[in-house]
């Protein structure tokens, strides 16, 4: 049974994209073309505190497809799903079609 | 007789959930489908002020499942038991069913 | 097929501006002469929020060709074309003919 | 003849409490069992200023039994008792029967 | 054909003033009377943003001969020519006759 | 001739106070019971200003007794007599008899 | 033609006073007896702005005979007469008779 997270501050739970090593039909991709470290925005916090006491809302929501950095996160396992945690402001895009 | 702890400024007192090494039938489970370092918090401090001087809230509350990160926290023994001490902006998230 | 990326925070992305090596008539120019690391502005975040929460927009728009710095940015792959992520405050300057 | 020290600023005065390696029956204790790094407050500071140029007070208050950290502090001799200062966002929390 | 550069936020362009190492009669000057890293602003930034988004303006304008630091500054080539970026602050002071 | 003097901005000047290492009598004190880093404040600064531009006073005056920390001040020879500077916010209390 | 320096911002130009090594009657002086690092202030900045843009004067001013930190400072050549530029929150107080 997989318990839920909900991230604090301007944390993001993201679940990332696996690309695929080969194509349908089975060729094998070489490394470089399919690097893209990229993600799927699971949940995100309510934001850090301005001075006012206000919330900044967090800059990705729910269902985003997200550029990540290299490096940094924290890697969460719940249940046997593996995702990682960023900083809202490390996240550096979101990624459309 | 074991003290009771009240956390000053913004730190949370938590005592760590240990996972079963086994199943309630006895299978050893392996040790990475075990690790989640998440915790139930004890008590938490009033907050740190901000600059009018009024306290900013914690972020979790005595109860709550948080999502521990895998460094920091101060160990703290009080009578048998064993707790830690986190600043509130380290505690990753809150677990729910 | 290539994604699209849009920056977040005051993240500029660039797609560099490769010199050429050699001049129309094939004569191979040293590698001093041509070493100007500069590159066109694809698209940029939406600034980061000032204290009233308003964004301060980004020095630099879609188009512009800039200076960028010897160190620094992130190396971004969409489709097979190569960019990099910088931030704002990061570029050095922009070239005009 | 011992001095009497007022901390400056926001510092904390402390006399480590030296739990006791040995019951009133004589039998040793284990070392882990009597590790609980805590102090009496015996003098406290003013306080640091804020911007409007008000002191902020210090969150503990003489006679408290406080959780000191593992590391940090300047120790100070006053006639021949030994004490700890600490700056007050150092001090962990408060300790009550 | 060289590039116009126009530096971002409080950055300073300039054209390092390269001191001659020997007299007109041809006599070798001893290098350490000819070391000052002087050099002419050639392009200054809109400066930085203050809180309220307006631009502090940069302390230097173009055509002012100006005293450099010894490390620092980032070196630009435009067309056949050599140029230096320094920020505002890094700039030691002006120099006059 | 010595000359005089004056801190600048929360700069504090202290002469050490040297505990005497043997008694009246001439018996050698153990170097551990006269440690006491501790030294008269001989002259302070104007102190550092505020946002406001408005000075904040140094915590101690002239004539104090102070307790200082084991590590930093800049020691200054006026005449044939040492003293140290240590920032205001350096020193860790006042003595009192 | 020695050219004149204008420090930037709350920088300030010192010629240090070389102490006499020996009296006048030309006995040696023991190096210890002589070491004071002061010097002459030349000329000052303006001083940085504040956050109303208003600038903050630097403390000291011409002709003060000012008392230098052991390291740091800008070596400065003008002329054949040899400066050193600090940072006005760098000079640590001012000397009179």
């Given at each position: 049974m997989a318990k839920r997270l909900v991230p604090l501050l301007n944390r993001v739970l993201v679940e990332k994209i696996v690309p695929p090593?080969?194509?349908?039909?089975g060729i094998l991709l070489p490394e470089k073309s399919t690097k893209l470290n990229s993600g799927k925005v699971v949940a995100v916090g309510h934001g850090v505190r301005d001075k006012e006491g206000k919330f900044i809302p967090v800059t990705v929501k729910e269902g985003d497809t997200v550029l990540l950095p290299d490096y940094g996160g924290n890697e969460v396992k719940l249940g046997d799903k593996e995702y990682h945690l960023y900083r809202d402001e490390d996240i550096l895009g979101t990624l459309h079609d």
């Open positions: 090593s080969k194509t349908n039909a």
